[in-house]
C-alpha cells in the first residue's frame, strides 16, 4: 500500500493505492458503499452431558433457518440475467447440498455429544477439518473450494449466535462496495445498476466470488491487505480490476486519467464484441482456433456468447465435489450431455477426474490414501486406473454424452503410453457393454487424447503419439513439475515462468512430435488465454487454443494483428535464446510492434 499525502494532524487523508489481486478486468469509480463485517468469534463452551441434546437441536433449527435463507436468495438469483444467474444459482445448490451432508451433520452432532461442547465451536471445529482437506489440494480451483465450506459453516454460526449478515442497503449510483469478505451469495444483493464494481480484503482468483464478478462484468480486486482502514464511506475510490489496484481519495490527475482508460475500454469492449462470429485468422490466412476451459456446466452460456468454437477443456470435479458419496454413471451423464447439447453440434473435450493424493471429497473416502505429496501421489489417471469404477463409470457417461453430440475424452497427467493403452481399454470394454445393453453411444467412439502436464510426457511424446489421438498441453502444471515451483508458496512464487527456455523447450518438443505425427495438439493453460503469448504459441507450431471464456476476444484480436510467418521467425529467434530475460525481451519486443 502506498501513502501519497498527509494532513497536518499526521492523519493520512491523501490518496492511498492498495495492490490485490486483479479477478475481474475493468475499471469501477464511484463513492465508497464499506460494508462492516467484522470477524466472527466463537467461544468454545463445555457442556454437561444432559444438556447435549439441546444443543443438537439448536444446531438442527440453526441448519433448517440456513436453508432457508439459502432458498431466499435462490430467488433473488433469479433476477440476476445470463451466466450470472446460473452461476449463483449452481453454487447456492451446491450450498444447500453441503448443509444436507451427513459428514456435516454427524460430524457436528458427534463433536457435540463426544467433546461435550457447545453447537457453535463443534460447527467450527468440522468446517475447519473439512475444508482444511481441501486447502491441501493441488489444484487452486478445487483449493478454493474450502472458502465455500467455510462460508456455509459461518452462515449456520451466525444463526446460532443471532448475528446476521446485512446486504448492502441503499446505495448512491455507481457506488463502490469494500468489504472484508465479499461472498458469491453477496452477488444476488448486489443491484447492478447501483454497484460499479467492488473489492475485499479476502478472495482469490479461483474462488466463485472472482467467477461471479466475471459473470457480471463488475471490475473487482480481492486479497487487498489493509483494504478497510482509513476509508470512509462516500469517499471517491478507483477499482482497477485489470491492474489489480483499489485507489482510495484519487488524486485529480490520477481520476482523469482512469477515466480516460474507462472511456478507452468501453470503445475496446465494443470493438472485440464484433470478432464474436468472425474466425481466428491470422493477417496471411493461418486458422487458429479457439476454445473455452469449462469448471462448470453454469459456464457454457458465456463460452458460447464469447463465441467459443468447442470446449477444450471440460473440468469434471464438480461432479464430486461437496458430497459423501459418488456420482453414478446416470447422474455424470445428465451433466454431460446438458452440456454437448448446449454446444449445438460443437466438440467437447471432457477431462477425466484430476484429482487424488489431496482427499478431493468425503465422496472418494479411503480410496486416494495419505500422500507425502499429492502433487506427486496416487492422482488423476493413476487413481482412475487403479480404481477402474472411477474411470469406467465416466467413460460410460461419455460414451453416452457422445450419441448427443461430438466428444473427445483427455486423460490428464499421464506419463507412459501403458496409461493411455489402459484407458483405451477401458473405453472399449465399458462400449461392448453399453451395446449389449442397448444403450446409444458415440459411433464411432470418441478420439482419446492425454495432457502433457509432467516433463516425462513431453519428453516421451513420440511414443505418446503413437497411442494417442491427440495432445493437450497443461502449461501451468508443466512450468510447476518443470521448474519445481509451487505458484501458492509466496516464498517461491516468483520463480514460476512460462518463459523458462526448459519450460518452452518441451512445449516445443510436443508440438513438434504431434505435428510429425499428424495429432491435433492444443494448449490449454493460463499461456493460451494470455495474448502475451500467443504469438510465440502460434510461431511454434500450435494452432488450437483453450482458455477461460472471457479471454476469447482478446485472445482473437491478437491473433487477426499478427502475420503468421513473422510469428515463425520469432518463434525461432526466442528458441535459440538460453536466458529468460532475453526471452521476454525479444517477446515483448514483438508484441508492441504489434499494438503499434
Known amino acids: ?39 466472527l468469534q466463537v467461544i468454545e463452551k463445555s457442556i454437561a452431558a444432559k444438556e447435549t441434546d439441546g444443543e443438537v437441536e439448536r444446531f438442527a433449527k440453526a441448519v433448517a433457518k440456513a436453508e432457508r435463507q439459502l432458498t431466499k436468495v435462490r430467488r433473488k438469483a433469479e ?20 448443509l444436507g451432508s451427513r459428514r456435516l451433520l454427524d460430524g457436528v452432532t458427534g463433536r457435540i455429544r463426544k467433546n461435550l461442547i457447545n453447537a457453535e465451536s463443534a460447527v467450527m471445529a468440522e468446517i475447519d477439518a473439512i475444508s482444511a482437506g481441501f486447502a491441501q489440494m493441488d489444484d487452486p480451483y478445487l483449493r478454493a473450494r474450502a472458502q465455500e465450506i467455510r462460508e456455509v459453516g459461518h452462515r449456520i454460526v451466525r444463526n446460532l449466535v443471532d448475528k446476521p449478515l446485512h446486504g448492502f442497503g441503499s446505495l448512491a449510483e455507481d457506488s463502490i462496495v469494500l468489504a472484508e469478505e465479499i461472498t458469491p451469495a453477496d452477488t444476488a444483493l448486489m443491484n447492478p445498476a447501483k454497484i460499479s464494481g467492488f473489492a475485499s480484503a479476502l478472495g482469490g482468483a479461483e474462488g466463485h466470488t472472482a467467477i461471479m464478478a466475471r459473470s457480471l462484468g463488475l471490475p473487482a480486486v480481492l486479497g487487498v491487505a489493509g483494504l478497510l482502514e482509513g476509508v470512509q464511506p462516500g469517499e471517491t475510490v478507483i477499482v482497477d480490476g485489470t491492474g489489480g489496484m483499489v485507489i482510495v481519495r484519487p488524486t485529480k490527475r490520477r481520476l482523469e486519467d482512469y477515466r480516460k482508460r474507462q472511456a478507452e475500454m468501453a470503445r475496446q469492449a465494443k470493438a ?11 493477417r496471411d490466412g493461418t486458422r487458429v482456433s479457439l476454445h473455452a476451459n469449462l469448471e462448470l456446466p453454469s459456464e457454457v452460456g458465456q463460452a ?70 499429492p502433487a506427486l501421489g496416487l492422482r488423476a489417471i493413476r487413481l482412475s486406473l487403479k480404481r477402474r469404477e472411477l474411470l469406467d463409470m465416466q467413460m460410460g457417461a461419455i460414451l453416452r454424452a457422445g450419441a448427443r453430440g461430438p466428444v473427445r475424452v483427455l ?30 453411444i458415440a459411433d464411432p467412439l470418441p478420439p482419446l487424447g492425454v495432457m502433457i502436464e509432467v516433463p516425462g510426457a513431453a519428453l516421451a511424446a513420440d511414443a505418446l503419439s503413437q497411442n494417442a489421438d491427440f495432445f493437450a ?48 495438439v492444443s494448449v490449454c493453460g493460463e499461456m493460451a488465454g494470455d495474448p502475451r ?44 535464446q538460453h536466458d529468460s530475460g532475453r526471452i521476454t525481451a525479444l517477446l515483448d519486443d514483438f508484441n508492441e510492434g504489434l499494438s503499434g
Open 473 to 520: 498441453l497443461g502449461t501451468n502444471d508443466l512450468t510447476m513439475y518443470t521448474l519445481a515451483i509451487d505458484r501458492s508458496d509466496e516464498s517461491v512464487a516468483y520463480l514460476y515462468n512460462p518463459l523458462h527456455p526448459a519450460v518452452l523447450r518441451l512445449i516445443q518438443f510436443t508440438v513438434q512430435a504431434a505435428l510429425r505425427a499428424r495429432l491435433p
Open 304 to 373: 458460447v456468447s464469447a463465441g467459443a468454437e468447442g470446449i477444450g477443456l471440460l473440468r469434471t470435479e464438480f461432479l464430486f465435489m461437496n458430497r459423501t458419496d459418488l456420482p453414478g454413471e446416470d447422474e455424470q451423464f445428465e451433466a454431460l450431455a446438458g452440456i454437448v447439447d448446449a454446444m449445438s453440434g460443437q466438440q467437447v473435450t471432457v477431462r477425466t477426474l484430476d484429482v487424488g493424493g489431496e482427499k478431493l471429497a468425503s465422496a472418494l473416502g479411503d480410496l486416494t490414501g495419505d500422500a507425502v505429496n
Open 79 to 98: 433476477s440476476l440475467h445470463g451466466t450470472a444467474a446460473e452461476e449463483l444459482g449452481y453454487l447456492l445448490d451446491a450450498h444447500r447440498q453441503m
Open 533 to 576: 503469448y500467443t504469438a510465440l504459441l502460434i510461431g511454434l507450431g500450435v494452432r488450437e487454443l483453450s482458455m477461460a471464456s472471457f479471454s476469447l476476444p482478446r485472445v482473437k484480436s491478437r491473433i487477426r494483428q499478427l502475420d503468421s510467418q513473422t510469428a515463425i521467425s520469432r518463434a525461432h529467434a526466442i528458441m535459440d
Open 1 to 39: 500500500m502506498k501513502t501519497k499525502t498527509k494532513t497536518k494532524t499526521g492523519k493520512t487523508r491523501g490518496e492511498r493505492v492498495f495492490d490485490g489481486l486483479g479477478v475481474s478486468p475493468g475499471v469501477a469509480i464511484g463513492p465508497a458503499f464499506v460494508r462492516e463485517s467484522g470477524p
Open 411 to 440: 486423460l490428464p497427467m499421464i506419463s507412459t503410453p501403458a496409461e493411455v493403452q489402459a484407458a483405451r481399454k477401458s473405453m472399449q470394454q465399458v462400449a461392448r457393454k453399453l451395446r449389449k445393453r442397448g444403450v446409444k
Open 272 to 282: 472485440l464484441r464484433r470478432l464474436r462470429d468472425l474466425p481466428g485468422l491470422t
